[in-house]
């Protein structure tokens, strides 16, 4: 871990999670996440299901609270930031959501101009030429005036990333990018991802639990299990990395503990037994 | 002696309490902000949205004509019925005109306009708003600075409040014709004389504690539809359950507006 991406271990953060808690009601999820994001990078936040890391990236946007601990976000703290600031913070970052959430009632256009139209004065007729080349961007030139529903799940995808890109961001979080899409359409989305990276030079945070697509894009990775980070690194790091979580998740061994699925019918029913 | 089962009844009584109570603050801080975002944000630099505002009143208001019209007129016709039954034995059938207006504009227009309202809009309000809560559409306004009681509440809360009160004076009209109905074909009125009837047996105090209750029915319900939709759990079964909870829970506080405005005004002399 002391050896990082040369380019990038001088760049400073622009993201620093410092002892990070989050629960739910009396669970806690997170159990003190801490780590910088570089200005300029990729971060893949890997996980399996259950592990926190949906609700690590829904932090890190604040659409939770955490209960302790900072998200410093380009100098301000996002756990202490009033809504004013938060909006503001906002404005400077994009999201791609994982079922895409675009606005069913809106053209496809129209949901890549709403963030214009609401935070700039700027003329429709600016506008229209911004969402155009937006769409262009994520490869969907000539599909502003079709509704969400007239289109692929990837497309869907890709007409959210436009929105995310809408107010040209500083930072863009994705979660899960490939989730329910077919492997050709998801290598796409990994292009398209990589394509801006290159164009932009943009701070990119990935949560996902695809590997393929996480060593594909990711300068960085960051493995999280049940609330706590399991290991933190380069591509080459983790891939050569000897930690039995790490291995164990990247060569997609099951785990050994889990009941088999008649063990668990048997509780169960003992369970019912008893309680008759 | 309490027993172990009177204590935890008592104790439920008490979270019973605190949740109710929990739930009407959340009410009142939805329809302060969304009152905010009406009245005051567009002095702050924080447009009205209009637009939606008209296609809301449209929805909410001009759609729900036919059938409160039909339902009203009924209601009226009802009402004449009732009140001849009684006063046709004291032999006041001239009475039943001012009966309907006076029921019809202090209590039953405001009332069935809310019902109806809360039939046709309350519910669609939870469920619009919970299906964008499912899918993460509000998340994903959120996460681009638009605040969503900005964006989708204020708009439906100004439609109600201006709505609401146009449908019950529509609603009012309605009833005293279907009044009227009775009165020409039973009671020796012509239908001229029918309405002057009403009107004269109006005074403007009767219509205005109807609207302003109207007022306050749009503001509540507004508030539950859009709550209700915002705090959806995720899942689809979801938001059928908030689209119940939003009618059942709008009729009831529809209900308890009601009754402390209308003693509100009985004890402010106004009755």
């Known amino acids: ?276 | 002696m309490v027993g172990e089962n009177g204590m935890e009844f008592v104790s439920q009584i008490g979270a019973g309490v605190t949740d109710s109570l929990a739930y009407l603050g959340s009410l009142a801080m939805l329809g302060g902000r969304a009152a905010y975002y009406t009245f005051v944000g567009p002095f702050q630099g924080k447009s009205l949205r209009l637009q939606s505002a008209a296609a809301q009143a449209m929805e909410v208001g001009v759609r729900a004509l036919p059938i409160l019209s039909l339902i009203t007129f009924f209601i009226g016709l009802i009402l004449a019925l009732q009140s001849a039954y009684e006063l046709g034995k004291l032999g006041a059938m001239n009475l039943v005109a001012k009966a309907v207006a006076l029921s019809m504009s202090r209590e039953l227009g405001p009332l069935i306009t809310a019902i109806v309202v809360i039939g046709r809009s309350g519910s669609a309000f939870a469920a619009e708003i919970g299906t964008m809560k499912v899918s993460e559409e509000i998340d994903a306004l959120e996460v681009m600075a638009i605040s969503p009681v900005h964006f989708l509440v204020a708009p439906k809360f100004l439609a109600m409040i201006v709505m609401l009160p146009c449908l019950t004076i529509w609603a009012n009209t309605m009833g005293i014709l279907g009044g009227a109905l009775f009165g020409v074909t039973q009671a020796d009125f012509t239908l001229g004389r029918y309405i002057q009837a009403s009107i004269e047996s109006l005074y403007l105090r009767d219509i205005l504690s109807g609207l302003i209750k109207s007022v306050m029915f749009g503001i509540t319900i507004t508030a539950v539809g859009c709550l209700e939709g915002l705090s959806t759990g995720g899942g689809a079964e979801q938001v059928g359950r908030s689209t119940t909870k939003a009618v059942v829970i709008s009729i009831l506080l529809v209900v308890v507006v009601d009754l402390v405005f209308t003693a509100a005004f009985f004890f402010l002399g106004n009755g």
């Open chain 1, 1 to 276: 871990m002391d050896q990082e991406h040369p380019n990038l271990s001088e760049a400073k953060p622009v993201i620093s999670l410092r002892d990070l808690r989050v629960s739910y009601g009396e669970t806690e999820i997170l159990h003190g996440i801490h780590f910088d994001v570089r200005a300029g990078e990729t971060l893949v936040i890997l996980g399996g299901s259950g592990s926190g890391k949906s609700t690590l990236l829904r932090t890190l946007v604040g659409l939770e609270k955490p209960s302790s601990g900072q998200i410093w976000i380009n100098g301000k703290d996002l756990a202490a930031v009033s809504s004013d600031e938060l909006y503001e913070i906002r404005k400077k970052t994009g999201m791609s959501f994982q079922g895409s959430a675009l606005f069913g009632s809106m053209t496809v256009g129209e949901n890549v101009a709403l963030p214009l139209r609401e935070h700039t004065e700027l003329e429709d007729s600016t506008i229209e030429i911004m969402l155009r080349l937006k769409l262009e961007q994520v490869g969907l030139a000539g599909f502003e005036y079709h509704l969400p529903s007239q289109l692929s799940g990837g497309m869907k995808k890709r007409a959210a990333v436009a929105r995310a890109l809408a107010m040209d961001p500083e930072i863009l979080f994705f979660d899960e990018p490939s989730a329910g899409l077919d492997p050709i359409i998801a290598a796409g989305i990994d292009q398209l991802i990589l394509e801006l990276k290159k164009a932009f030079h943009m701070t990119i945070i990935v949560v996902t639990h695809e590997l393929a697509s996480a060593f594909l894009i990711a300068d960085r990775m960051v493995l999280i299990d049940k609330g706590n980070i399991v290991a933190i690194g380069t591509v080459e790091e983790m891939r050569s990395s000897a930690q039995p979580r790490v291995r164990q998740f990247l060569d997609r061994v099951p785990e050994p503990d889990v009941e088999g699925e008649l063990d668990y019918l048997q509780t169960l029913t003992e369970r019912y037994r008893r309680h008759r």
